[in-house]
């Protein structure tokens, strides 16, 4: 008995040792399994944040490019319907200039027309 005692306690004391028994092996193994583990998450989750980076970047780049050509779209709106108005008014100022050009032809002739009977209906009195 004393013997299997012995056989515990030189146990008990290799595993304190650090020796080269099964157990630490083991613990070795999974404290460096662990640490892989742990390096590969942190891997992953910085391609992650990478990624995401990347997809925020291009949201911003796109909302951006969008608001440019809203902006740029407005200013050519802007432009063509000045140029429309520009030509309404100037199309409504040569109607009213020849509108108001015959009216005074109108009263040319009428005018005309009115002295010519006077002198008729006073030319043929006198006569």
């Not at 099964?22 to 404290?31: D, S, Y």
């Not at 780049?61 to 432009?79: M, S």
Request: aromatic share 0%; proline share 2%.
């Amino acid at each position: 008995m004393a013997n299997s005692k012995d056989k515990t306690e030189a146990k008990k004391t290799d595993l304190v040792k650090g020796t080269d028994t099964p157990a630490p092996r083991a613990i070795h193994l999974a404290l460096d399994v662990a640490e892989r583990g742990q390096a590969t998450a942190v891997a992953v989750l910085q391609d992650a944040r990478i990624e995401l980076r990347t997809a925020v970047d291009g949201t911003i780049d796109l909302a951006e490019k969008l608001a440019a050509g809203t902006v740029r779209f407005a200013r050519k709106l802007v432009q063509k319907l000045d140029e429309t108005a520009s030509d309404a008014l100037a199309g409504s100022e040569r109607a009213l200039h020849d509108t108001i050009e015959s009216a005074r032809e109108t009263a040319r002739a009428g005018r005309v027309l009115a002295e010519k009977t006077l002198d008729r209906v006073t030319g043929a009195s006198a006569a």
